[in-house]
């Protein structure tokens, strides 16, 4: 059974910066896409980041919005995949979901292609 858990949310003030923890189990692929997804309340969710993830690979895009502020990592070992945040800014509070999509093909930013969700950590950042 495939679970993903994301931690590391809370709240930060303008500027600061948060990482946030997306550590998955039971993941029978070998290559795969993990994404990072958000959604500010009355918002739709809407893509953030993601890598993509083969034995040799860990290739990493971004929304426009998150250039150059959030980078993407992994730790194999822990099967963990972090998303580090910095220069945050109050557009950036929502509830951020990581999702994985084992296509490992396509369009990384569309929701649909993404068959396991994690529960979502709170990211809130104060003026």
């Known amino acids: 059974q495939v679970q993903l858990v994301e931690s590391g949310g809370g709240l930060v003030q303008a500027g600061g910066s948060l990482r946030l923890s997306c550590t998955a189990s039971?993941?029978?692929?070998?290559?795969?896409?993990l994404g990072w997804f958000r959604q500010a309340q009355g918002n739709e969710r809407e893509f953030v980041a993601v890598i993509r993830l083969s034995a040799l690979r860990g290739d990493t895009y971004y929304a426009d919005s998150v250039k150059g502020r959030f980078t993407v990592t992994r730790d194999s070992a822990k099967n963990t995949v972090y998303l580090q945040m910095n220069s945050l800014k109050a557009e950036d509070t929502a509830v951020y979901y990581c999702?994985?999509?084992?296509?490992?093909?396509?369009?990384?930013?569309?929701?649909?292609?993404?068959?396991?969700w994690g529960q979502g950590t709170q990211v809130i950042v104060s003026s």
């Open positions: 999702a994985v999509d084992p296509s490992n093909v396509g369009d990384y930013r569309a929701e649909r292609k993404y068959d396991y």
């Open positions: 039971g993941l029978p692929y070998r290559s795969y896409d």
